[in-house]
């Protein structure tokens, strides 16, 4: 089923999310929804938080959005260690209308269990490594505009400022 997803400056994605502690039918559809989602919307990765569950739950799968050919699906989702440095444009489906470099980890490990509760480890780089961080930061309350400079973030506020207006005066 699709999901509405919240867009910033909702003050869900703000908030941090509560770890899965039982794997219920429930998590695996809330799961199986973020997946269709996200690729609905053609993203590469999606945080529950993003369609307002604060629970620490991520889907992923960059060989999108054209292809879907590696859906992921991590719970409670731990980076144990990270190396290196890489910069990438990135976007979001909760931030309408931007992409920006953000620095991030080159190489990542990664603890998480799968939708059944079975503990795994990932060593990642590339653009799964990115996604992966971009996505636990969702889970922490933290958008990518969180870590790019205040000058670019006070333009996007602006012009989002703008855009309500605009929204309102249409509606009206």
Known sequence: MMMPILTYPDRILAQCSNEVTQFTPEIS?????????????????????????????????????????????????????????????????????????????????VQAMDIEGRQAELEVDGMLAICLQHEIDHLNGILFIDRISRLKRSLYEQKLKKWTKIKQTHSD
């Open 29 to 109: 559809t809330l799961a199986q929804d973020m997946l269709e989602t996200m690729y609905a919307k053609e993203g590469i990765g999606l945080a529950a938080p993003q369609v307002g569950v604060l629970q620490r739950l991520i889907v992923v799968d960059v060989t999108g959005p054209e292809r879907r050919e590696d859906p992921r699906i991590l719970v409670n989702p731990v980076i144990l260690s990270a190396s290196g440095q890489t910069e990438s444009n990135e976007g979001c489906l909760s931030v309408i209308n931007l992409r920006s470099k953000v620095q991030r980890a080159e190489r990542i490990q």
